[in-house]
């Protein structure tokens, strides 16, 4: 059985910084990417950075670049987001999740088969 249970969120204040994590419980963690998307209300689920198994490739969504940053520990089945610089458009829900498609589409939802319930992060101004 697959778990992810992700944990951290909060309310912050602009400026502020957060330190989301995933703890997976998922067979041969260390063979999947992984990645964490995000919902606003009344939004879809977008991407916001993924992460290689090995942990020597990152991507990221262009509103998080250089604010935002993936890590990961295969030894402890656990997958980071460090947040930055938060600003009020940064308030979401947030989701880790486990990739499962055959190719590199890294931002596509549909290719991550597993999910966390998320956690939530709220940014006041």
């Known amino acids: 059985q697959v778990q992810l249970v992700e944990s951290g969120g909060g309310l912050v204040q602009a400026g502020d910084s957060l330190r989301l994590s995933c703890a997976a419980s998922i067979r041969s963690f260390n063979s999947f990417a992984m990645g964490w998307f995000r919902q606003a209300i009344g939004k879809e689920r977008e991407f916001v950075a993924v992460?290689?198994?090995?942990?020597?490739?990152?991507y990221y969504a262009d509103p998080v670049k250089g604010r935002f940053t993936i890590s990961r520990d295969n030894g402890k089945n656990m997958v980071y987001l460090q947040m930055n610089s938060l600003n009020p458009e940064d308030t979401a829900v947030y989701y880790c999740?486990?990739?499962?498609?055959?190719?590199?589409?890294?931002?596509?939802?549909?290719?991550?088969?597993?999910w966390g319930q998320g956690t939530q992060v709220t940014v006041a101004s």
């Open positions: 992460i290689s198994w090995s942990g020597d490739t990152t």
């Open positions: 999740a486990a990739y499962t498609g055959a190719g590199s589409h890294w931002n596509s939802v549909g290719d991550y088969g597993y």
